[in-house]
């Protein structure tokens, strides 16, 4: 926990994965407006069109306006040329010594949600998926850490972007619930490891993206079709500007214990 100002989270650097759409991209919104000048982002996704009109976006904004140093980098998280190219962009980005250095993992695939857990015996299939949906995560963390090692004065924040999933079993979902929850676990592991750095696990809630397209339409499980289908019916999905706010006051307050599970409903 520290001190911070309330208002704002300092003259930042912020690295967004899946920043393109959805709700990487409402992250880097908002962010962007509460850090201060001489403060860069750090956009990634694979689409390069996307992240260029979010880019565009951000660098008209007024935080563009008054210095804010916007970079996208085009890049597969599930790749090492991916990391690399995103740690590059990071010190490219860096206009002076900032006070923070944050990173937000919000990258993440739904998986093959057609199928049951025992239909996955291809070994290949099964490491794919927690390659790109753990391993990118850890990896890149890491890198991050290493790249922006501690100093004084220097707040560094991890944020993995979670789910439910992370602690509750749903069936035809057995990738997504594995990748979620052994990610939960490495944060937890990397919060006890590292007191100095804030790591903060946010279950955003069910968000009206690309993804939820998917859930609805694609899960095997007839239950979970219909629970998805209902939400989106009922009008009782979040949106992603809903959501990310309660993020970002989460993020500006400070004051979460270092490697909780914070899910939207309980704040
Ligand atoms: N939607 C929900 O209801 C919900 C609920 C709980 C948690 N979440 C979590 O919230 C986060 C955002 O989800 P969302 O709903 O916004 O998903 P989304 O609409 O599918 O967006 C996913 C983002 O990740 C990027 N991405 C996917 N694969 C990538 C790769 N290999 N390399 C780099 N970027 C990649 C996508 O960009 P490109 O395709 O351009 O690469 C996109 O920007 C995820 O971690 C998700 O698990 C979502």
């Known amino acids: 926990m520290s001190s911070a100002d309330p208002a704002s989270l300092g003259r930042a650097l912020c690295i967004i994965t899946g920043a393109s759409r959805g709700f990487g991209r409402a992250v880097a919104r908002e962010l962007s407006?509460?850090?201060?000048?001489?403060?860069?982002?750090?956009?990634?996704?694979?689409?390069?069109?996307d992240l260029r009109a979010v880019r565009e976006e951000l660098a008209a904004s007024e935080a563009g306006r008054a210095g804010l140093r916007v970079e996208s980098?085009?890049?597969?998280?599930?790749?090492?040329?991916?990391?690399?190219?995103i740690i590059r962009a990071a010190k490219d980005a860096l206009i002076e010594q900032v006070d923070h250095v944050m990173l937000v993992n919000n990258a993440a695939s739904l998986g093959d949600v057609s199928r049951f857990a025992v239909s996955f015996n291809d070994l290949a299939e099964v490491d794919s998926y927690l390659s790109?949906?753990?391993s990118s995560a850890w990896c890149l963390t890491a890198r991050v850490l290493q790249a922006f090692p501690q100093r004084p004065g220097l707040r560094r924040t991890v944020v993995n972007i979670s789910s439910l999933c992370a602690i509750k079993p749903f069936p035809s979902?057995?990738?997504?619930?594995?990748?979620?929850?052994?990610r939960d676990m490495m944060f937890q592991v990397l919060a006890l490891e590292e007191p100095d750095v804030r790591v903060l696990s946010y279950?955003?809630?069910?968000?009206?993206?690309?993804?939820?397209?998917?859930?609805?339409?694609?899960?095997?499980?007839?239950?979970?079709?219909k629970l998805f289908g209902d939400q989106f019916a009922e009008g009782k999905l979040?949106?992603?500007?809903?959501?990310?706010?309660?993020?970002?006051?989460?993020l500006l307050e400070d004051s979460y214990t270092s490697g909780a599970h914070v899910d939207v409903y309980d704040l």
């Not at 992603?240 to 993020?247: G, I, R, T, V």
């Open 132 to 134: 790109l949906n753990v």
């Open 73 to 85: 980098v085009v890049a597969d998280v599930g790749r090492t040329e991916g990391l690399e190219a």
């Open 238 to 250: 979040m949106s992603c500007e809903a959501s990310c706010a309660k993020l970002m006051k989460l």
């Open 33 to 49: 407006r509460l850090v201060t000048p001489g403060s860069g982002l750090v956009l990634a996704a694979r689409s390069g069109e």
């Open 173 to 182: 979902w057995a990738l997504y619930c594995t990748g979620k929850a052994a």
């Open 203 to 225: 279950s955003p809630g069910p968000l009206d993206t690309a993804m939820q397209v998917e859930a609805r339409s694609r899960s095997a499980d007839p239950g979970i079709r």
